[in-house]
């Protein structure tokens, strides 16, 4: 992307990051964790969601070491939080709507929620993690990987959304350009 995702901006001039947080805002989580690697003074200095109430930013000081670090640091601020479930996900994803936020947070209870979205059968972002599911999933974290096995060996359930989304995550300035 030529520097950190976060700081790209959409063909409208908005900032992946803030997409993101209003994103997950409208499709009806209250509270959102940002973990900040590369770009974090940047990302702070320029992103308008950072500052609003139930906002929480952390940084990830390794996130050299690979995804898995952003994932324990967003994780682990929001377990201090106490919440039923916790939704993950990316910034890099910008066709995905609040539509497809609902969709997989679903009804409650989601203390054992286990949900992905789905984009035709491929797993995709965002994933619900329900309560009972945050202390393994993060113990299953190594580098560069993520949970995906800690998903699969736990039978998390896929959510169609590829009616909403494509779910693809951008990796260059071009594919943000062609972006829906």
């Known amino acids: 992307m030529g520097g950190p995702k976060a700081l790209a901006r959409t063909p409208s001039g908005e900032l992946l990051l803030d997409r993101a947080v209003r994103t997950v805002r409208a499709g009806g989580c209250a509270r959102v964790v940002v973990a900040l690697g590369a770009g974090a003074d940047e990302a702070r200095a320029q992103a308008q969601t950072l500052a609003e109430p139930g906002t929480t930013v952390v940084d990830v000081p390794d996130h050299g070491t690979g995804m898995a670090a952003s994932l324990r640091s967003g994780l682990g601020a929001a377990e201090g939080l106490d919440p039923d479930a916790v939704l993950i996900t990316l910034v890099d994803l910008p066709d995905v709507t609040p539509d497809v936020v609902t969709r997989v947070v679903g009804e409650g209870p989601h203390d054992d929620a286990l949900r992905r979205a789905t984009y035709d059968g491929r797993p995709g972002h965002p994933v619900l993690l329900g309560r009972v599911h945050v ?20 039978g998390c359930e896929g959510v169609p959304c590829a009616d909403l989304a494509t779910g693809q995550d951008v990796d260059t300035p071009e594919q943000l350009g062609r972006a829906r």
């Open 135 to 154: 202390t393994p999933f993060v113990e299953s974290l190594s580098g560069d990987e993520g949970g995906r096995r800690y998903l699969v060996g736990a």
